[in-house]
């Protein structure tokens, strides 16, 4: 594991900008691994003004996002498709039908699942998958818990992850406990990982992910076993390191 410890957010979104853009650059038909949650929004920030600025094509990749609400379709305000359509999509020059998410609505959810499983692997697999960590140490929605070997399927959320992305959801509004999530061993085949955490309420989710056993108590730790996984943290993420 290559742990890059910076000292702010600001700097944590600058060397993921750096490390995506470059992927595109040495090869623009890449296929992206993406995420949600408050982690990447930044990065994408950066990679939107990269693109207005003329530096940056994402004309000839694919994206692959990680997960999604099972029963949330993309006009919901809190779908992730409809979160990655606001933050990133629509601001760059990525095809529509180049850009793929779990369905939420599916009829067959397992149906799907498969059939996410299918789609990256006829795309050649993920280049570069960005990741975000839960506090639980879950990435994605893999759960604690998850089987390190797991394929995308449909997760039930914990009440923590429930609690921790309740923020998103109006008081009155409906929050699904249910997500299509790429597996553990989905994540695993990617090329390339580059994680990002920043904030003190990950500090400890790192540190089991960095320093713990390889154990399904935090999914993230699995990626102790990825060749080439680059962590990078600011200096609150890394404090218990
Ligand atoms: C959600 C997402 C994860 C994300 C995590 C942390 O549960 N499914 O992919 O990494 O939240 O989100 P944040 O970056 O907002 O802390």
């Given at each position: 594991m290559q742990v890059v410890i910076v000292r702010t957010a600001a700097e944590v979104a600058q060397f993921a900008a750096d490390r995506?853009?470059?992927?595109?650059?040495?090869?623009?038909?890449?296929?992206?691994?993406?995420?949600?949650?408050?982690?990447p929004v930044a990065t994408y920030e950066l990679l939107i003004e990269q693109y207005r600025q003329g530096r940056l094509s994402f004309a000839r990749c694919h994206t692959c996002n990680l997960d999604e609400y099972l029963g949330l379709g993309p006009e919901h305000?809190?779908?992730?498709?409809?979160?990655?359509?606001?933050?990133?999509?629509?601001?760059?020059?990525v095809l529509p039908e180049q850009?793929?998410?779990?369905?939420?609505?599916?009829?067959?959810?397992?149906?799907?699942c498969q059939h996410?499983?299918?789609?990256?692997?006829?795309?050649?697999?993920?280049?570069?998958?960005?990741?975000?960590?839960?506090?639980?140490g879950h990435i994605g929605f893999n759960e604690p818990?998850?089987?390190?070997?797991?394929?995308?399927?449909?997760?039930?959320?914990?009440?923590?992850?429930v609690e921790a992305n309740a923020?998103?959801?109006?008081?009155?509004?409906f929050q699904p406990q249910l997500a299509l999530t790429m597996g553990i061993g989905t994540i695993m085949e990617a090329r390339q990982v580059l994680l990002?955490?920043?904030?003190?309420?990950?500090?400890?989710?790192v540190a089991t992910m960095v320093e713990g056993p390889v154990a399904a108590r935090c999914?993230?730790?699995?990626?102790?076993?990825?060749?080439?996984?680059?962590?990078?943290?600011d200096e609150a993420a890394a404090a218990d390191l």
């Amino acid at each position: 594991m290559q742990v890059v410890i910076v000292r702010t957010a600001a700097e944590v979104a600058q060397f993921a900008a750096d490390r995506v853009a470059a992927q595109l650059q040495r090869k623009p038909d890449s296929v992206l691994g993406l995420a949600t949650g408050a982690t990447p929004v930044a990065t994408y920030e950066l990679l939107i003004e990269q693109y207005r600025q003329g530096r940056l094509s994402f004309a000839r990749c694919h994206t692959c996002n990680l997960d999604e609400y099972l029963g949330l379709g993309p006009e919901h305000p809190q779908s992730y498709r409809r979160f990655m359509q606001d933050k990133l999509f629509n601001h760059i020059d990525v095809l529509p039908e180049q850009t793929h998410l779990p369905d939420g609505l599916a009829a067959d959810p397992e149906a799907e699942c498969q059939h996410y499983e299918n789609l990256i692997r006829q795309l050649g697999g993920v280049d570069l998958q960005l990741l975000g960590i839960g506090r639980n140490g879950h990435i994605g929605f893999n759960e604690p818990m998850s089987s390190l070997g797991s394929r995308t399927r449909i997760k039930t959320l914990t009440p923590d992850t429930v609690e921790a992305n309740a923020r998103y959801f109006r008081p009155d509004e409906f929050q699904p406990q249910l997500a299509l999530t790429m597996g553990i061993g989905t994540i695993m085949e990617a090329r390339q990982v580059l994680l990002l955490a920043t904030g003190e309420a990950k500090a400890e989710a790192v540190a089991t992910m960095v320093e713990g056993p390889v154990a399904a108590r935090c999914p993230a730790s699995a990626l102790q076993f990825h060749p080439t996984v680059c962590v990078v943290l600011d200096e609150a993420a890394a404090a218990d390191l």
